[in-house]
C-alpha cells in the first residue's frame, strides 16, 4: 500500500490541475470487424465507377480529394464531389498540391491542412478526416493535423486492432489480388479489426499486342466483340514481357481478344489477356464481404471513428 501512494498522490494532482485534458489521443478498438474504402487523389472515375459499384451494394466509401485537381482533366467536378457526399460517401481532406507533409515549412504546412479543408467546407462539404499525401507522416505533422481533422490515415499495411492513434489510422494498399485481399478480410473479421483499404484511379490493365497506331491520351476507345467503351489513359512497354494498356472501362467488360479502337487516332491493339479490372475486384470484395459475413460493416472513416467511440472534432480555441 505504501508503494502506491506515490502513485495516487500523483493521479490526484493531475486530476486536481485540469491534466486529464491532455490524455492520449491512442483508444481502443471495440469488438466489431470495420472495413472502409478510401480512393485517393479525387479521380473522376470516383463518381463516374465506383459510386456505382458501392450503390449497386448497398455501400458507401471515401473519397480524399486533392483540391487543386478539382477541375482539371480526369478529376472530380466540384459538382461531383457533392453528389458522392449526397449519395453517403464521405470526403476526405488530401491537402491543397499533394506535398509530402514532411518536408514542408510550419508555415507551409498549416497553409497546406488549413487551405484544403477551407475550400471544400466552402463547397458545403462535411470534411472531418485526411489522408496523409505519399501516407508520409511524423509527429510535428499530426500536431498540426489535430488542430484541423479528428483523424489522419497513413500506410504500413496494417490492421487497426488493439489500441489506435486516430492521427495514424493504418491502412492497406489495394493489391489485385482477390484471394490476397479476401484473406485481408477474413483476418480483419477473425481479430475483429478496422481493415482500411485504399487505392486510386478506378481503371484496368490489359497486355495487348498487334498494336498499330499511336493511341491520344484521354480518347474514348471501343473494344470489340465485347462491346466494352472506354477511355484510353497510356499505354507501357517492359522488355521481355510486351505492351500493358491501362484503360478507364465505363462500360461493358474487356475480355481476351477485344481489339481496341481508337476512336479519334483510329490506331487499334488486340487484348492477349486481363492483368486486373478494378471494377470486378471491387465488386467481388464487396459481395464477399456482404455474403460471407454479413456482421461486418463496412463504413466511412468518419463512421468507423464514431462506432469505435473516437471523439468527435473539436476546433481548438
Not at 486529464?20 to 463518381?47: C, E, I, K, Q, R
Not at 484521354?218 to 494498356?245: D, N
Amino acid at each position: 500500500m505504501r508503494r502506491l501512494m506515490p502513485v495516487i498522490v500523483v493521479l490526484i494532482f493531475l486530476l486536481s490541475c485540469g491534466c486529464a485534458a491532455h490524455l492520449p489521443d491512442t483508444l481502443p478498438v471495440g469488438s466489431m470487424p470495420l472495413v472502409t474504402f478510401v480512393l485517393d487523389d479525387g479521380n473522376d472515375t470516383d463518381y463516374l465507377l465506383a459510386r456505382k459499384i458501392f450503390a449497386d451494394q448497398g455501400a458507401v466509401a471515401c473519397s480524399a480529394v486533392t483540391t487543386d485537381r478539382i477541375n482539371t482533366p480526369y478529376h472530380l467536378t466540384p459538382a461531383q464531389i457533392v453528389a458522392l457526399q449526397d449519395a453517403g460517401w464521405e470526403i476526405m481532406g488530401h491537402t491543397v498540391s499533394h506535398p509530402n507533409l514532411n518536408s514542408l515549412a510550419p508555415a507551409e504546412l498549416e497553409d497546406e491542412l488549413f487551405r484544403s479543408k477551407s475550400l471544400l467546407e466552402s463547397m458545403g462539404l462535411t470534411i472531418n478526416n485526411i489522408v496523409y499525401p505519399f501516407n508520409k507522416n511524423n509527429e510535428a505533422v499530426r500536431s498540426v493535423v489535430r488542430k484541423y481533422y479528428r483523424s489522419g490515415r497513413g500506410g504500413t499495411n496494417s490492421f487497426n486492432a488493439g489500441a489506435i492513434d486516430p492521427y495514424f489510422l493504418k491502412s492497406f494498399t489495394l493489391k489485385h489480388d482477390l484471394p490476397l485481399m479476401e484473406s485481408y478480410i477474413d483476418r480483419a473479421h477473425q481479430d475483429k479489426s478496422w481493415l482500411i483499404i485504399y487505392s486510386h484511379e478506378i481503371d484496368a490493365k490489359v497486355k495487348v499486342m498487334a498494336t498499330q497506331g499511336f493511341f491520344a491520351k484521354g480518347e474514348t476507345v471501343t473494344l470489340s466483340p465485347s462491346g466494352t467503351v472506354a477511355r484510353y489513359t497510356t499505354t507501357h512497354w517492359f522488355p521481355l514481357y510486351g505492351s500493358y494498356m491501362y484503360i478507364v472501362p465505363f462500360s461493358g467488360v474487356p475480355q481476351p481478344g477485344d481489339t481496341i479502337t481508337g476512336t479519334t487516332s483510329g490506331a487499334t491493339a488486340r487484348i492477349d489477356y486481363i492483368m486486373y479490372n478494378d471494377l470486378t475486384l471491387l465488386s467481388d470484395m464487396i459481395g464477399y464481404v456482404h455474403t460471407k459475413y454479413p456482421d461486418m460493416k463496412i463504413v466511412t472513416v468518419d463512421q468507423g471513428l464514431d462506432l469505435l467511440g473516437i471523439p468527435k472534432f473539436q476546433k481548438r480555441k
